[in-house]
């Protein structure tokens, strides 16, 4: 049986801020909702259910959709948070076609915002955030020290080197440099020798091999039927999706005896992530094959992420990942363009609304309406994969323009 | 949730499971807990044995003895008093005992590398004194 999609996204708006033109992340929710509503050609009362991220770091009032939906004077069945962080936002769409699917909602907005460096002191905050306040916080780590307890162990175990890692950034460089949006486009083209100067942030990731904060960004969706999306205009198809969550605190994971998911690999470990079962389920569901795949807009915060998730997601054999990025498979002629707003090391992560900004620039390249550079081959499948948390989560949707 | 400072450190935000191990910390005791059904160690601190399930915990001593599994040096803190002692390093110890603990490491920054053997050490920040490694002994 050939493929068939399980939902279809109709509507997508996008908004930013900066410091020069600042929202915040109400603001820029309202404006992306209002985008993507007249996108779909939908009406806000004929939205059965919404359905958000965690809180905005710039916005940190819990039942943040509840403020939402309130605020838009825009009454639904059914509103909430998808509390796993990053991935719980890109998780979204999987809820809303199962809510489709099982006809209890015929239209439902997924959307998230934030404006993190326009508003709270994220380096203060970050790691209360996400490292564990009791056994954790103590010892005063920061959030790239945590993700830096993996690249030491991926270093470890594959002899993968900095050196490598500049790689990462070179390439989504590349791609931010043509980007309206993009945190780092002023800084220009990058080498290894300038990513190799920049100093340690945490060892053994440098500056340039960190995401930085960037401004404000808000991404709505409306997601309906695969029925419905035959009479829109430029609908994109929701052919899979997969989900998992692992733990919250870092702490929990190494201590981890044992976990149903295959692809975590033998305990313990921390090169291994949920985001392989989550590829797992959402190819398995899209009936597709990783030769299927145009493009890919992944999680990396940090360089080390890039290998890890594609190796995770199936592109690569564990340790092998960063052939991807020296064999230039990832940039505007390769096989697999990857990141091409520049990825969150890149383009930037104003906060939780990265993985929105990731549909954003996934949808955007599928319709042909790129505000940076296109890939050199029209794109008709997307992979988006989203993490969250301290290598806690993962989410990894499918999509494509072919029903 | 709030994060009580004192002497501008953050305190542990103690859980009840745990109230055992940061009242043995104090006197410079460092334990863990066993589950007496399975013989499994279990860490982070629970009431439940989450290998069998079994309400069957009990606290021991360690020999606070173990293996670098991970480290990073934190070259920009995250609040004044953390930036006033950088670099300094945090990261994970494979215990003797078969868990692994968050702690941070009273090495030169240079001097550290995985599998190298630590025992450990105390230091009091605020009104806790926590547990903290160094080159073993
Ligand atoms: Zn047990």
């Given at each position: 049986m050939s493929p068939q999609p399980v939902a279809a996204i109709i509507g997508m708006g996008d908004a930013y801020a900066s410091l020069k033109d600042r929202k915040d992340p109400m603001q820029l929710a309202v404006e992306?909702?209002?985008?993507?509503?007249?996108?779909?050609?939908?009406?806000?009362?004929?939205?059965?259910?919404?359905?958000?991220?965690?809180?905005?770091?710039?916005?940190?009032?819990?039942?943040?959709?509840?403020?939402?939906?309130?605020?838009?004077?825009?009454?639904?069945?059914?509103?909430?948070?998808?509390?796993?962080?990053?991935?719980?936002?890109?998780?979204?769409?999987?809820?809303?076609?199962?809510?489709?699917?099982?006809?209890?909602?015929?239209?439902?907005?997924?959307?998230?915002?934030?404006?993190?460096?326009?508003?709270?002191?994220?380096?203060?905050?970050?790691?209360?955030?996400?490292?564990?306040?009791?056994?954790?916080?103590p010892y005063g780590p920061t959030i790239p020290s945590l993700y830096a307890q993996a690249a030491c162990r991926y270093f470890h175990e594959y002899g993968i080197t900095e050196e490598d890692l500049a790689d990462v950034a070179i390439a989504n460089q590349r791609w931010a440099m043509q980007h309206p949006h993009a945190a780092k486009a002023r800084f220009g083209e990058i080498d290894r020798a300038k990513v190799m100067a920049s100093p340690y942030v945490a060892t053994p990731l440098r500056r340039w091999m960190c995401s930085t904060w960037g401004g404000g960004t808000g991404g709505a969706l409306v997601v309906t039927s695969v029925e419905n999306a035959r009479r829109a205009a430029k609908p994109v198809y929701v052919m899979g999706y997969g989900s998992a969550s692992t733990h919250e605190y870092l702490s929990d994971r190494m201590n981890l005896r044992s976990c149903r998911f295959p692809g975590l690999g033998a305990l313990p470990n921390l090169t291994h992530t949920a985001t392989a079962e989550a590829s797992r389920q959402a190819f398995a569901m899209a009936g597709l094959g990783h030769r299927d795949i145009d493009m890919a807009q992944i999680s990396v915060n940090f360089a080390h992420m890039a290998p890890i998730v594609m190796e995770d997601l199936g592109f690569a054999a564990k340790g092998k990942g960063i052939e991807i990025y020296r064999e230039g498979r990832t940039g505007i002629d390769g096989d697999l363009p990857t990141d091409t707003n520049g990825g969150w090391l890149s383009f930037g992560q104003p906060g939780i609304s990265c993985n929105m900004d990731s549909f954003v620039e996934a949808i955007r390249q599928l319709r042909g309406e790129a505000l940076g550079l296109a890939p050199s081959k029209r794109p008709r499948t997307a992979l988006v994969q989203g993490a969250g948390g301290m290598l806690a989560a993962g989410a990894v949707t499918i999509l494509s323009t072919q029903s | 949730m709030e994060i009580h400072y004192i002497d501008s450190w953050p305190q542990p935000y103690s859980q009840m499971d745990a109230a055992p191990y940061w009242a043995a910390l104090q006197e410079e005791g460092l334990t863990f807990q066993r589950c007496t059904d399975c013989r499994e160690t279990v860490w982070p601190a629970k009431s439940h044995c989450p290998n069998c399930g079994k309400r069957a915990l009990v606290w021991e001593g360690s020999k606070g003895k173990g293996k670098v599994y991970s480290f990073s040096t934190i070259m920009r803190g995250p609040t004044p008093a953390w930036q006033a002692i950088v670099p300094y390093t945090v990261g994970f110890v494979e215990m003797e005992e078969g868990y692994i603990l968050f702690t941070q490491f009273d090495c030169a920054p240079d001097a550290i590398k995985i599998g190298d053997a630590v025992s450990v050490r105390y230091i009091k920040r605020g009104e806790q004194t926590l547990p903290i490694f160094g080159p073993a002994s």
């Amino acid at each position: 049986m050939s493929p068939q999609p399980v939902a279809a996204i109709i509507g997508m708006g996008d908004a930013y801020a900066s410091l020069k033109d600042r929202k915040d992340p109400m603001q820029l929710a309202v404006e992306a909702t209002y985008g993507a509503l007249a996108d779909a050609g939908v009406g806000k009362h004929q939205i059965d259910a919404v359905f958000t991220g965690r809180s905005p770091w710039a916005d940190k009032r819990s039942q943040w959709s509840n403020i939402f939906i309130s605020h838009m004077q825009m009454p639904v069945t059914l509103n909430s948070e998808l509390t796993m962080h990053g991935a719980g936002l890109t998780a979204t769409i999987a809820i809303a076609s199962q809510m489709i699917a099982a006809g209890r909602a015929e239209y439902v907005l997924c959307l998230q915002s934030d404006a993190t460096e326009l508003f709270v002191d994220a380096v203060a905050m970050g790691a209360e955030a996400d490292a564990d306040p009791q056994f954790e916080i103590p010892y005063g780590p920061t959030i790239p020290s945590l993700y830096a307890q993996a690249a030491c162990r991926y270093f470890h175990e594959y002899g993968i080197t900095e050196e490598d890692l500049a790689d990462v950034a070179i390439a989504n460089q590349r791609w931010a440099m043509q980007h309206p949006h993009a945190a780092k486009a002023r800084f220009g083209e990058i080498d290894r020798a300038k990513v190799m100067a920049s100093p340690y942030v945490a060892t053994p990731l440098r500056r340039w091999m960190c995401s930085t904060w960037g401004g404000g960004t808000g991404g709505a969706l409306v997601v309906t039927s695969v029925e419905n999306a035959r009479r829109a205009a430029k609908p994109v198809y929701v052919m899979g999706y997969g989900s998992a969550s692992t733990h919250e605190y870092l702490s929990d994971r190494m201590n981890l005896r044992s976990c149903r998911f295959p692809g975590l690999g033998a305990l313990p470990n921390l090169t291994h992530t949920a985001t392989a079962e989550a590829s797992r389920q959402a190819f398995a569901m899209a009936g597709l094959g990783h030769r299927d795949i145009d493009m890919a807009q992944i999680s990396v915060n940090f360089a080390h992420m890039a290998p890890i998730v594609m190796e995770d997601l199936g592109f690569a054999a564990k340790g092998k990942g960063i052939e991807i990025y020296r064999e230039g498979r990832t940039g505007i002629d390769g096989d697999l363009p990857t990141d091409t707003n520049g990825g969150w090391l890149s383009f930037g992560q104003p906060g939780i609304s990265c993985n929105m900004d990731s549909f954003v620039e996934a949808i955007r390249q599928l319709r042909g309406e790129a505000l940076g550079l296109a890939p050199s081959k029209r794109p008709r499948t997307a992979l988006v994969q989203g993490a969250g948390g301290m290598l806690a989560a993962g989410a990894v949707t499918i999509l494509s323009t072919q029903s | 949730m709030e994060i009580h400072y004192i002497d501008s450190w953050p305190q542990p935000y103690s859980q009840m499971d745990a109230a055992p191990y940061w009242a043995a910390l104090q006197e410079e005791g460092l334990t863990f807990q066993r589950c007496t059904d399975c013989r499994e160690t279990v860490w982070p601190a629970k009431s439940h044995c989450p290998n069998c399930g079994k309400r069957a915990l009990v606290w021991e001593g360690s020999k606070g003895k173990g293996k670098v599994y991970s480290f990073s040096t934190i070259m920009r803190g995250p609040t004044p008093a953390w930036q006033a002692i950088v670099p300094y390093t945090v990261g994970f110890v494979e215990m003797e005992e078969g868990y692994i603990l968050f702690t941070q490491f009273d090495c030169a920054p240079d001097a550290i590398k995985i599998g190298d053997a630590v025992s450990v050490r105390y230091i009091k920040r605020g009104e806790q004194t926590l547990p903290i490694f160094g080159p073993a002994s």
